[in-house]
């Protein structure tokens, strides 16, 4: 389904970035105003570089904003395994102590006597 839909997204936007290419061929001459240089380019250029940079800067800022979220599933997920090791612990503790228990129970207790046993026919 994801797969489709990409398809579906890309194939018109790689169209309209083709036709906008071709139509748009003129020269512009760009000024670095700094420095002493011009540069001519296709419009073309120019406008799909100042998008991929747009999309470039946006993805970065987008990714340091989400930086708070990662972090807070990077914890959560600590405190999980955390939580299951402690759990796993604990358990294997309980059944030492209760075949402790049962040992001890099983145990004949010293100097106790044992009751005569019952006769039923008197």
Same mark, same amino acid.
Request: glycine letters at 4%; proline letters at 6%; aromatic letters at 10%.
């Given at each position: 389904m994801t797969r489709i839909l990409s398809w579906v997204i890309m194939v018109p936007f790689a169209l309209v970035v083709i036709v906008f290419s071709a139509v748009n061929r003129d020269l512009v001459t760009l000024n670095?105003? !700094?420095l002493p240089? +011009? /540069?001519?380019? !296709? &419009?073309?250029? *120019? &406008? *799909?570089a100042v998008f991929i940079f747009g999309f470039l800067f946006g993805a970065i800022v987008a990714? /340091? #904003?989400a #930086? #708070?979220?990662r972090r807070r599933a990077r914890n959560a997920l600590w405190r999980a395994e955390t939580s299951e090791r +402690? *759990?796993?612990s604990l358990n294997n503790k309980l059944q030492e102590r209760e075949q402790e228990l049962?040992? &001890?129970? +099983?145990?004949p207790v010293p100097g106790a006597? #044992?009751?005569p046993a019952s006769s039923s026919g008197q």
């Amino acid at each position: 389904m994801t797969r489709i839909l990409s398809w579906v997204i890309m194939v018109p936007f790689a169209l309209v970035v083709i036709v906008f290419s071709a139509v748009n061929r003129d020269l512009v001459t760009l000024n670095l105003w !700094p420095l002493p240089n +011009e /540069i001519t380019v !296709p &419009v073309f250029t *120019l &406008v *799909l570089a100042v998008f991929i940079f747009g999309f470039l800067f946006g993805a970065i800022v987008a990714w /340091i #904003s989400a #930086s #708070s979220q990662r972090r807070r599933a990077r914890n959560a997920l600590w405190r999980a395994e955390t939580s299951e090791r +402690e *759990l796993r612990s604990l358990n294997n503790k309980l059944q030492e102590r209760e075949q402790e228990l049962q040992a &001890v129970k +099983e145990q004949p207790v010293p100097g106790a006597r #044992s009751l005569p046993a019952s006769s039923s026919g008197q």
